[in-house]
């Protein structure tokens, strides 16, 4: 069973996925197929609800072994999925992990994003004690670069073929936060 975490800012708020929300993501995921599948493939994989649901019974296990925190980016007050954050490709002997975010399509251009990923960055560097958090944008996807730079991420350069998109390598913009820029 994944921890009772619910992490907000007075906008928004991220918790770990929970049974129930298979059908709210699923929904998110549809909405948004046109707008994230470019740079999240596994979500423009998705087929059905089920897919969801074993996605989200696999959190547990991912959170207790410490291979990923995935999170679900709510409302503040209610059910309704804005979409999805996590820590990913975490290396426990560097103590840093990899940051993710999307955001169902009608729920963009709000802050969300960005807000979620201070809270999700918040949670990696105190919680978890990790003491630097990536986030590795595809040079072409300016919305996510926005993002990464409203959260108040420092960008640190271009990676050269860091990314593969459906079989092409891609350039990458590497942005990255540490307990300094959480005032730590």
């Known amino acids: ?3 009772d975490i619910f992490l907000q800012d007075g906008s928004i708020a991220i918790r770990p996925y929970q049974p129930g929300d298979a059908q709210g993501v699923f929904e998110a995921i549809r909405e948004s197929l046109a707008d ?13 609800v089920a897919e969801v649901g074993a996605y989200i019974a696999a959190q547990p296990e991912n959170w207790a072994n410490g291979i990923a925190y995935n999170f679900a980016i709510t409302v503040l007050e209610g059910s ?3 979409g999805g954050c996590g820590l990913t490709q975490i290396q426990q002997n ?15 251009r709000q802050g969300i994003a960005s807000r979620a990923t201070r809270l999700l960055a918040h949670f990696g560097l105190e919680t978890l004690g990790l ?42 913009v590497m942005f990255s936060l540490v307990p300094l820029d959480f005032g730590n």
């Open 80 to 82: 309704t999925i804005l």
């Open 94 to 108: 560097h103590r840093f992990a990899n940051l993710y975010y999307w955001v169902r399509s009608s729920y963009t």
């Open 1 to 3: 069973m994944t921890p």
């Open 131 to 172: 003491q630097r958090i990536e986030i590795v944008v595809e040079t072409t996807n300016t919305a996510s670069v926005r993002v990464a730079e409203k959260a108040g991420a420092q960008r640190e350069g271009i990676l050269r073929n860091r990314l593969n998109s459906y079989g092409v390598a891609r350039d990458a």
């Open 36 to 48: 994230v599948s470019l740079w999240l493939r596994d979500l423009g994989s998705v087929q059905s």
